[in-house]
């Protein structure tokens, strides 16, 4: 059994001012995302300085999206018990499925404004996204959230007693998620888009991979306390926000499989 690391949630204290680890997370995310979206930026024509308007289209999508859609289908009775809740970012409490929904909405406004096509678009973001998701988790971790089930592998946890959990081993769950959405959907993502492909399909393997990493995982992260399980004594509420997801990334990838290949603006490898 490996112990939890002891690592303080608050990263910089100034006085009143704590930045959390969790918040540090997501402004790696975003560099990250500026900084690989400036390396391949002339496939779809775009500038450096468009790379950055893309960057702030995105952050606003992930960062409304995502605490939106985690009081929506996580927290609405806390939302509804205290409304200054829903500004409490730092503290945790972001939904990937809100999140996505505010990119796609952002990626469409964008693609509008610069006149490409959508999953054009989509494509060129969704390599640029595993390592935030990747980094999310370790913030996950870090501020003590996504705790595992009860587990008798080599390398399960004893969590910290301000989890309110019991000395038990756990599955380090979060990190499963950083190793699956962060490190192994990025290098699938990352490789495959160097090479020309059709329209929609890098869109179509982002959400299928990421709806089967997420799907399996959380068989062994327990569920959401305040809602436990959804359906059929072990159906948890990520399972089900993620099942479209992989329809829809099985649906997206059939229809891009009848679509040419985007010779002009894949064959440039990076």
Same mark, same amino acid.
């Given at each position: 059994?490996?112990?939890?690391?002891?690592?303080?949630? #608050?990263?910089?204290?100034?006085?009143?001012?704590?930045?959390?680890?969790?918040?540090?997370?997501?402004?790696?995310?975003?560099?990250?995302?500026?900084?690989?979206?400036?390396?391949?930026?002339?496939?779809?024509?775009?500038?450096?300085?468009?790379?950055?308007?893309?960057?702030?289209?995105?952050?606003?999508? #992930?960062?409304?999206?995502?605490?939106?859609?985690?009081?929506?289908?996580?927290?609405?009775?806390?939302? $509804?018990?205290?409304?200054?809740?829903?500004?409490?970012?730092? !503290?945790?409490?972001?939904?990937?499925?809100?999140?996505?929904?505010?990119?796609? %909405?952002?990626?469409?406004?964008?693609?509008?404004?610069?006149?490409?096509?959508?999953?054009?678009?989509?494509?060129?973001?969704?390599?640029?996204?595993?390592?935030?998701?990747?980094?999310?988790?370790?913030?996950?971790?870090?501020?003590?959230? $996504?705790?595992?089930? %009860?587990?008798?592998?080599?390398?399960?946890?004893?969590?910290?007693?301000?989890?309110?959990?019991?000395?038990?081993?756990?599955?380090?769950?979060?990190?499963? !998620?950083?190793?699956?959405?962060?490190?192994?959907?990025?290098?699938?993502?990352?490789?495959?888009?160097?090479?020309?492909?059709?329209?929609?399909?890098?869109?179509? *393997?982002?959400?299928?991979?990421?709806?089967?990493?997420?799907?399996? #995982?959380?068989?062994?992260?327990?569920?959401?306390?305040?809602?436990?399980? %959804?359906?059929?004594?072990? *159906?948890?509420?990520?399972?089900?926000?993620?099942?479209?997801?992989?329809?829809?990334? $099985?649906?997206?990838?059939?229809?891009?499989?009848?679509?040419? #290949?985007?010779?002009?603006?894949?064959?440039?490898?990076?």
């Amino acid at each position: 059994m490996l112990q939890y690391p002891q690592i303080d949630p #608050v990263a910089i204290s100034l006085g009143p001012v704590k930045i959390h680890w969790y918040g540090l997370m997501y402004v790696v995310g975003f560099i990250a995302a500026w900084w690989l979206g400036r390396r391949r930026a002339h496939r779809l024509g775009l500038s450096h300085d468009d790379i950055g308007d893309l960057l702030f289209y995105g952050a606003v999508g #992930v960062v409304l999206g995502g605490r939106l859609g985690y009081v929506l289908f996580y927290g609405f009775d806390q939302l $509804l018990a205290n409304p200054w809740w829903l500004f409490k970012i730092w !503290e945790g409490g972001m939904s990937f499925h809100g999140g996505l929904a505010g990119v796609l %909405i952002a990626a469409l406004l964008f693609a509008r404004k610069h006149r490409l096509a959508f999953f054009q678009l989509t494509d060129f973001i969704a390599p640029l996204v595993p390592i935030g998701l990747g980094a999310g988790r370790l913030g996950n971790f870090i501020n003590h959230e $996504l705790p595992g089930r %009860i587990s008798d592998v080599p390398w399960a946890m004893a969590f910290p007693p301000m989890m309110g959990l019991g000395p038990e081993p756990r599955h380090p769950s979060a990190l499963y !998620e950083f190793a699956l959405e962060g490190v192994v959907l990025f290098a699938v993502l990352w490789w495959l888009s160097r090479r020309p492909h059709q329209r929609g399909m890098i869109s179509g *393997l982002f959400l299928m991979f990421y709806g089967a990493f997420r799907f399996t #995982v959380e068989f062994v992260r327990l569920p959401d306390p305040q809602l436990g399980f %959804i359906a059929f004594g072990w *159906l948890t509420m990520g399972q089900l926000l993620t099942l479209p997801m992989l329809v829809a990334g $099985l649906a997206l990838i059939a229809w891009s499989r009848r679509q040419p #290949v985007d010779k002009a603006k894949a064959a440039a490898a990076s």
